[in-house]
T-cell receptor, first 112, second 117 residues
Framework: SQQGEEDPQALSIQEGENATMNCSYK?????LQWYRQNSGRGLVHLIL?????REKHSGRLRVTLDTSKKSSSLLITASRAADTASYFC????????????FGTGTKLQVIP | DGGITQSPKYLFRKEGQNVTLSCEQN?????MYWYRQDPGQGLRLIYY???????QKGDIAEGYSVSREKKESFPLTVTSAQKNPTAFYLC????????????????FGPGTRLTVL
């Protein structure tokens, strides 16, 4: 079964707006990762946040992690048309270090 | 260029045939993975290998087989026992393997789209 569930399933925004995607998971984790997938392509790793971290930034990306609520959010600021893609969270469980479980993804459309 | 290659990009199979999907990496990574992605869905783990000559079943291994004879290569065979093989197949790797070194960030290939005719 899927460990992570993203919300919303789909999101459509205007260029320049911020996009926020959420991920909830069920069991204790070692870390949580966010990936991006352009249509028909492989996934690209965006950012990893460890279980003892609460917030992480990378360029226009901001990720938060709340282990008490078993949830994470990905914020993309000042979105661009090129950000149009599907975004997936993936969790690495405590003790199952080499195995990550992917969520169902959020499909983001940025309208120019 | 370092990276992961998958071939072919598109593959068509007749019912009852076995087909093998290729995955090669030159990143010197110990761990390699095969995922299946259905339309509008997330990724489901088929098999993974943490080191040469060793592999484990993932969540949906039935109807699939793998081998890991070389560090660089992790081919996936979709057998006739897989009843619904039409999907997008993704191969990935990460450095860690059994050493546990580094984080388990995954590097993905471009994928193979398999269609059963």
């Amino acid at each position: 079964s899927q460990q992570g569930e993203e919300d919303p399933q789909a999101l459509s925004i205007q260029e320049g707006e911020n996009a926020t995607m959420n991920c909830s998971y069920k069991t204790s984790i070692n870390n949580l990762q966010w990936y991006r997938q352009n249509s028909g392509r492989g996934l690209v790793h965006l950012i990893l946040i460890r279980s003892n971290e609460r917030e992480k930034h990378s360029g226009r990306l901001r990720v938060t992690l709340d282990t008490s609520k078993k949830s994470s959010s990905l914020l993309i600021t000042a979105s661009r048309a090129a950000d149009t893609a599907s975004y997936f969270c993936a969790t690495a469980p405590s003790g199952g270090y080499q195995k990550v479980t992917f969520g169902t993804g959020t499909k983001l459309q940025v309208i120019p | 260029d370092g990276g992961i290659t998958q071939s072919p990009k598109y593959l068509f199979r007749k019912e009852g045939q076995n087909v093998t999907l290729s995955c090669e990496q030159n990143l010197n990574h110990d761990a390699m993975y095969w995922y299946r992605q259905d339309p509008g869905q997330g990724l489901r783990l088929i098999y993974y290998s943490q080191i040469v000559n060793d592999f484990q079943k993932g969540d949906i291994a039935e109807g699939y087989s793998v081998s890991r004879e070389k560090k660089e290569s992790f081919p996936l065979t979709v057998t006739s026992a897989q009843k619904n093989p039409t999907a997008f197949y993704l191969c990935a790797s990460n450095p860690g393997g059994t050493s546990g070194r580094g984080d388990n960030e995954q590097f993905f290939g471009p994928g193979t789209r398999l269609t059963v005719l």
